[in-house]
């Protein structure tokens, strides 16, 4: 069965200081690999997704992230973060080998201070 | 493009009543799905549906059903409202389909309170 667990319920950063949102799975076949940031009040934004090739993967707002197949882990990542990051961050994770569903993580409030 | 709409934006619901949830994509993709988001839980799938005229079960499809009558609407409804469906839901569409590694587009949410 294919799972995603984000470990830190909230992560506190001040702004101009790099960020880490943690991201592991377990799949059985090859990792599909998502990020998705949610703001207050609103749906879910796509943020980059990980399939095949390189190991990090950029996307939108300058967030990057870090596909380790060895730690089974999709860390989210940037480098300077902004107030305007706070927000709740969800990682998902389908497995390539099934026709399983996007699993969602429980979700990471980053709180961006001044 | 407006994208995936949801209405309402928010509802209280006696129990027992039933309630439909409308969720319309004007990106003409083929799959369309419908999470619950629930605090500490995440998002968990409810139903969804690779292709007009076909649906599926998530993974917690109790006390909900869906219909796809055409490739822009998919409307969830609740037959029998109870309290523990109080939840905000979330629809959502891909491009291709569940097996596929496409991604998904979220629409703003229902906020639904089943008293």
């Known amino acids: 069965a294919q799972s995603v667990a984000q470990p830190e319920d909230q992560v506190n950063v001040a702004e101009g200081n790099p960020l880490t949102v943690k991201c592991t799975y377990s799949v059985s076949g090859n990792p599909y690999l998502f990020w998705y940031v949610q703001y207050p009040n609103r749906g879910l934004q796509f943020l980059l997704k990980?399939?095949?090739?390189?190991?990090l993967v950029k996307g939108s707002y300058g967030f990057e992230a870090e596909f380790n197949k060895s730690q089974t882990s999709f860390h989210l990542k940037k480098p300077s973060a902004l107030v305007s990051d706070s927000a709740l961050y969800f990682c998902a994770v389908r497995d390539g080998g099934s026709q399983g569903n996007l699993i969602f993580g429980k979700g990471t409030k980053l709180s961006v201070k001044p | 493009t407006a994208g995936i709409t949801q209405a309402p934006t928010s509802q209280i619901l006696a129990a027992g009543r039933s309630m439909t949830l409308r969720c319309t994509q004007d990106?003409?993709?083929?799959?369309m799905y419908w999470y619950r988001q629930d605090l500490g839980l995440g998002l968990r799938l409810i139903h969804y549906s690779n292709t007009a005229g076909t649906t599926g079960k998530g993974e917690v499809p109790d006390g909900y059903s869906v219909s796809r009558a055409n490739t822009d609407d998919f409307p969830l409804t609740l037959a029998s409202a109870v309290p523990s469906q109080t939840s905000v839901y979330f629809c959502?569409?891909?491009?291709?389909?569940?097996?596929?590694?496409?991604?998904?587009?979220f629409g703003p949410g229902t906020r639904l309170t089943v008293l």
């Open positions: 990106m003409r993709h083929n799959a």
């Open positions: 990980y399939i095949t090739g390189d190991n």
């Open positions: 959502a569409s891909s491009a291709l389909g569940l097996t596929f590694t496409d991604t998904q587009y």
